[in-house]
């Protein structure tokens, strides 16, 4: 899962919908845009230094660790 939303609260921003122009370079409508928010679908990789650079944020901070596995 990504940590878009996560990203977005730890910044104090609660709702920031992007430009027609973001949409466009992504390739996404804004209920793509809602759903990777919302975490009910996640970007692709290729995606994700685009969505940084529109957050100001590291690509690592959108990115969730795997849990790891207790032997």
Known sequence: MNRIAKVLQERGIEDLRPSDL?????GIKIHTWNKWVN???DPELAQLPVIAQFINCDICELIKE???AKV
């Not at 973001?22 to 992504?26: A, C, K």
Request: glycine share 0%; proline share 9%.
């Open 22 to 26: 973001l949409l466009d370079s992504l």
């Open 66 to 68: 795997p849990e790891t």
């Open 39 to 41: 975490n009910k679908l």
